[in-house]
């Protein structure tokens, strides 16, 4: 088992910064790929970006490259999400997620979720 706890959303004004956190407990693979996906009122779930614990590789979103930075600290059992230069369009319920099986953009083969965090972005 895995739990996700994120941290670190709030309201922000657009060209600004966040950076969310997503602590890991229970048993992590280097096999294991965490990701961050969003989802705004009325839309699906969506990739935002991922990293394969054990080797560090990261993939993003095209709607993020350039702007978000996700990286992880093996030692914390942490994985984080630097934002920057938000939009309004990043307003979102942001989740961490983890799925045992390696790297995917589907939501659906992700096995462990956090609760969530909001972010919202004034224009």
């Known amino acids: 088992q895995v739990q996700l706890v994120e941290s670190g959303g709030g309201l922000v004004q657009a060209g600004d910064s966040l950076r969310l956190s997503c602590a890991a407990s229970g048993r992590i693979f280097s096999s294991t790929f965490m990701g961050w996906f969003r989802q705004a009122p009325g839309k699906e779930r969506e990739f935002v970006a991922g990293?394969?614990?054990?080797?560090?590789?990261?993939y993003y979103a095209d709607s993020v490259k350039g702007r978000f930075t996700i990286s992880r600290i093996s030692a914390e059992n942490t994985v984080y999400l630097q934002m920057n230069s938000l939009k309004p369009e990043d307003t979102a319920v942001y989740y961490c997620?983890?799925?045992?099986?390696?790297?995917?953009?589907?939501?659906?083969?992700?096995?462990?979720w956090g609760q969530g965090t909001q972010v919202t972005v004034s224009s």
């Open positions: 997620a983890a799925d045992r099986n390696g790297y995917s953009t589907m939501y659906s083969s992700y096995d462990y």
């Open positions: 990293i394969r614990w054990g080797v560090g590789n990261t």
